[in-house]
Nanobody, 124 residues
Framework: QVQLVESGGGLVQAGDSLRLSCAAS????????MGWFRQAPGKEREFVAA????????YYADSVKGRFTISRDNAKNTVYLQMNSLKPEDTAVYYC?????????????????WGQGTQVTVSS
């Protein structure tokens, strides 16, 4: 079992930056690849970014590539999502998740453990 708690969301203006954090507890954090997903009102939950257990490989949705950066600190059991040049279309609840199934990082079904989410609102 892994427990995940996101933080760092808020209300910002277009062009601003935010850094989300996801603190993990329970089983060894470094055993898991980690992902960030987001869900806007009335839309499906979508992949944003992911990182391998070592941090050596990262994955991004095309919509955030070049603006968002995922990283992790295994000593602190924490994964981060640095979000720059935010746009109103980035408004969503952001979730972190721990990957437990050896399929593509882009699939929600690869992740068994999810946090409760943190709201990010970007005003224009």
């Amino acid at each position: 079992q892994v427990q995940l708690v996101e933080s760092g969301g808020g209300l910002v203006q277009a062009g601003d930056s935010l850094r989300l954090s996801c603190a993990a507890s329970g089983r060894s954090f470094s055993d898991y690849g980690m992902g960030w997903f987001r869900q806007a009102p009335g839309k499906e939950r979508e992949f944003v970014a992911a990182i391998s257990w070592s941090g050596g490989t990262t994955y991004y949705a095309d919509s955030v590539k070049g603006r968002f950066t995922i990283s992790r600190d295994n000593a602190k059991n924490t994964v981060y999502l640095q979000m720059n040049s935010l746009k109103p279309e980035d408004t969503a609840v952001y979730y972190c998740a721990a990957r437990t199934v050896g399929i593509s990082y882009y699939y929600r079904s690869a992740y068994a453990y999810w946090g409760q989410g943190t709201q990010v609102t970007v005003s224009s």
